[in-house]
């Protein structure tokens, strides 16, 4: 059994339980960001990293495009292959920091900060890189990921937000950052009549800032950034980053 957060992986908040609860509260933002995807996947094939429970990756191909995607969580791609056309798309298990497939996509993308579960710079990098070596002739490579603006306003690296409340339930998210790792330490704490709920997650933050560098290393640009997927301007307040790299 886990007990310190220091031996806590990213990949065990997507175990059998952390996979049961996945689907429960959808994001809400899929429609917008399967438009966004889809206009530059043109004809595909398009690559999920991370590719979970096909949130994203199945509307996308029941718009007719060709979804590929890499996952380490068998109990997250079980859900997936469940779902109505879920069987029929190809997905690598393995770890998507090495892009563990063959050839080249016009789209390949990383959404919902999942980026931010590689734990250190040379893994997030090392991503980037990867990425590039599959990119087709004009190809783009989409990350999406929050702006951690609210960290670097810490007292003493910690939090303790009022994420949901009702008269039932009360969610609290818990924080503690570490700036010279970029760190993150959550638990989501969920406390109703039946107890108390822990949904632990590590991650490593990145400011678009690094990010842009990263693609450099990888011989990438950024071709464009929004404020979210229905194209929002990205300004200096905005908490989320859709970052568009190519060559
Ligand atoms: C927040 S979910 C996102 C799933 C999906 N992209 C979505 O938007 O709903 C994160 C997913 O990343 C996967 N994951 C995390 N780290 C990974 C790694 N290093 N290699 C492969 N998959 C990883 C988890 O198994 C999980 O399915």
């Known amino acids: 059994m886990v007990s310190d957060m220091k031996d806590y992986k990213p990949m065990d908040s997507f175990d059998e339980d952390g996979a049961a609860i996945y689907d429960d509260e ?3 933002d899929e429609t917008s960001t399967v438009s966004f995807l889809a206009a530059l996947a043109g004809g595909g094939p ?3 990293l991370a590719i979970g429970t096909g949130r994203i990756a199945l509307p996308l191909a029941a718009q007719g495009i060709r979804v590929d995607g890499v996952d380490l969580s068998e109990p997250m791609v079980k859900k997936l292959r469940a779902k109505p056309g879920g069987e029929r798309l ?3 298990m393995g770890d998507f920091a090495d892009v563990p497939v063959d050839g080249t996509y016009p789209l390949i993308y990383l959404v919902y900060n999942t980026i931010f579960n590689l734990l250190t710079q040379d893994d997030q990098v090392r991503c980037f890189v990867n990425v590039a070596s599959h990119l087709s002739e004009g190809g783009c490579f989409v990350v999406e990921t929050l702006v951690p603006t609210y960290l670097s306003q810490l007292r003493d690296g910690q939090y303790v937000d009022a994420e949901q409340i009702s008269t039932r339930e009360v969610t609290l998210d818990v924080g503690r950052y570490d700036p010279l790792t970029q760190q993150l330490e959550e638990s989501h704490v969920v406390l109703s009549a039946q107890g108390v709920r822990l949904y632990p997650i590590v991650t490593r933050y990145i400011w678009p800032s690094e990010l842009d560098l990263m693609a450099r290393i990888a011989g990438l640009r950024l071709k464009e950034r ?9 300004a200096s307040s905005s908490r ?7 060559r």
């Open 26 to 28: 959808p994001r809400g």
């Open 226 to 234: 929004w404020a979210g997927w229905d194209k929002q301007p990205f």
């Open 240 to 246: 989320n980053a859709v970052s568009v790299y190519g």
């Open 46 to 48: 398009a690559l999920e």
């Open 90 to 92: 190809s997905i690598t």
